[in-house]
Structure formats: C-alpha cells, structure tokens
C-alpha cells in the first residue's frame, strides 16, 4: 500500500480515547474493594498500578489530535465517573472546537450489561465502545499515552472507507506459549507458588483474536499506535457473537483469556478484503531504556518526518531527568508552556 494512494471521503472521524486517574482516591478505594472481592492484590497481572495511573499524557493526546489531526470532528473520552478538565486549554488554543470534547461514562457504553460494572479493564471497555451514542461510522481509538508529533491526513487512517492498518505479519507466538507454560511449571510445582500467573502478553492475545476469526497460519500484529475502525464491524460482529462479548467484558481486570478488539476489528477487515497495510511510522518510548536509547529516539523521531505518532508509555517510571525531558519535547511540539 502507497502512503499517498486515494484520499478518503469527507465522512466525519471522531476519535475515542480511554482515560483513568488512579490517583483518584475514589476510584481507588472502589478497585481495591473488587480486588479484594476476587480475591486478587495490586500483584495481579491485570491489576499493577501502573495500569492505572496519569501523569498528565492525556492533556498532550488531547492537544495533539486538535493541532495534527483538525478533521477529526470529536473527541469522546471514555472514563469512570472523571473528568480531565481540558477545557480550558481547549477553549484558548482552538476556541472554534470549546465543544468538540465529550465525556463518555462507562454506564453509557455498558447499558444492558451493568452488572459488570465497575471495571478496571481497558480490554473490556474496548470491547464496547462502538456503543458510544453518535460515534461517527470511522473512528480513530487512541491509548492515553499516544500522541500525535506532526500533523496527519484522513488518508493516513483511511483509504476508500477503509481502515489503514498499521503493523506487521507474524507468525503464531510458540515460543511465548512454551515460555509461558515453563514459567507456570517452574513457579507453581518447583517454586510452590500456587497463586502465579504469567504476564499478560499483547502478542498471544492478538493471535488469540485473529485465531478465534479462523487465521491459523499467522496474524497481523498492532503495536501501540492509534487505531482506525469502522462502527458498524465491531457492531455486526458482536451481534452475531454475544456470548463472546459477554465473556470479554465479564473481566474487572484484564485477564489474559480476553480478545482485543483492535486486533478483532483489523482481521475482520481482512478477511473482508481490506488490504491497507501501513507501516507502523511509530516513536515507541519504554520507561526501561537507557539515557541514551531515550535520546536516540527523541532525535530520530525529531529528524524523521514519517514518524508521525509517539506512545509513552508508563511515564510515570521515568527517571525526573528523561520525563522533564519527554514534556520539554512535547510543549515544544504543541507550543505549549513548560510544565512548572
């Protein structure tokens, strides 16, 4: 797929992004309630506090889609009974967009299934937000942690109606599922640690999602990216298969049995004939690399034009030094005021 093939049509895009303060003591008191109701600690694999927390990225995800992507018409913010405050900055840099935002609670989206509610579990919430009262036909799905660095063209999410989709083919993760079952061995009947669990892998849940639509033989793997996705797939799709949804979203806390909808909606556009592929043109930052890696990637994503989106992730693990620097790059990208 070329990068400037045909131009989308002038159908609206929203984008939707999911946001939580952990910080909240509310929230907290209400997910450590669950926790201990399921019998499980902030040690869990779907309940680490770093799942979590904000360190203020979703002011500079917020800013970003506004002055790189200004056709995108809202910007619904899913999020438990929390509220940002944007709107200010909002109102003084793009006064022609004051109500562009919109808070989207989870009752809204979990209407008819309130009894899994409270969640703790952006895969459940994925799982619905297509649900998301006038969300346009073509959205854009963000992590709070993506950010957008230059500026970005419908065509670069959609081509012809159709998604972009951007990533890479991979071959089914053997080597993890053999690793995962060795850890569980060695830890649970060597170690005597009855209650371990492995880590929660992107990559085997992504082939879960693929080999759950049929795609034996290998998968397309996303990376933390923004992700286009047309409404009425995911719709359709979970009409057809309600207990599936059901399941999906029955889990407080991420669980390495749930699919991923991204990865749901992207196989079900391929075997549905869409042939966007894009390469994935990312800035991919991991609270455990060196100084150096860090610099090293700041400045390829600063002289690379093609790289377009930058995800931080887990910011808050960041030494002082590599996050004032991460803020600095990013007020200088948005012509924001340096953080005090």
Request: proline fraction near 5%.
């Amino acid at each position: 797929m070329s990068d400037n093939s045909d131009s989308a049509n002038s159908d609206p895009v929203d984008a939707v992004i999911l946001w939580v303060d952990g910080s909240d003591p509310k929230l907290a008191e209400k997910r450590n309630h669950y926790l201990a109701l399921e019998k499980k600690t902030s040690a869990h694999p779907g309940a680490l506090p770093l799942r979590f927390a904000s360190s203020d990225e979703i002011r500079y995800c917020v800013l970003s889609i506004l002055t790189f992507a200004p056709f995108v018409r809202n910007i619904f913010l899913v999020t438990d009974e929390q509220d940002p405050d944007l709107y200010e900055d909002i109102r003084t840099r793009f006064p022609e967009k004051v109500d562009c935002l919109k808070i989207v609670d989870h009752k809204e989206i979990f209407r008819g299934y309130e009894q899994y509610l409270p969640t703790f579990n952006s895969s459940s919430i994925q799982a619905l937000i297509w649900r998301i009262e006038g969300l346009s036909e073509k959205f854009i799905y963000f992590n709070d942690d993506i950010i957008l660095i230059r500026e970005v063209k419908e065509e670069d999410w959609f081509i012809g109606n159709m998604p972009v989709m951007r990533g890479k083919w991979l071959l089914p993760p053997f080597r993890k599922m053999a690793g995962n079952k060795l850890k569980v061995l060695i830890n649970k009947h060597i170690r005597n640690n009855k209650d371990y669990l492995p880590k929660i892998s992107f990559y085997l849940r992504q082939w879960k999602s693929a080999s759950l639509l049929g795609m034996k033989g290998r998968y397309f793997f996303h990376d933390h990216t923004p992700h286009p996705m047309i409404r009425k797939t995911l719709e359709n799709f979970f009409a057809k298969n309600g207990e599936l949804l059901e399941k999906t979203i029955s889990y407080r806390f991420r669980d390495s049995e749930q699919i991923i909808a991204p990865s749901v909606a992207y196989h079900l556009e391929i075997l549905d004939g869409n042939r966007n592929f894009g390469k994935l043109r990312l800035g991919y930052f991991h609270p455990y690399y060196s100084e150096n890696r860090m610099n090293r990637r700041i400045r390829r994503c600063m002289n690379d034009p093609r790289i377009k989106t930058i995800c931080v992730q887990s910011i808050e693990m960041l030494s002082s030094g590599q996050k004032d620097k991460i803020f600095r790059w990013m007020d200088s990208i948005l012509n924001l005021q340096p953080r005090t």
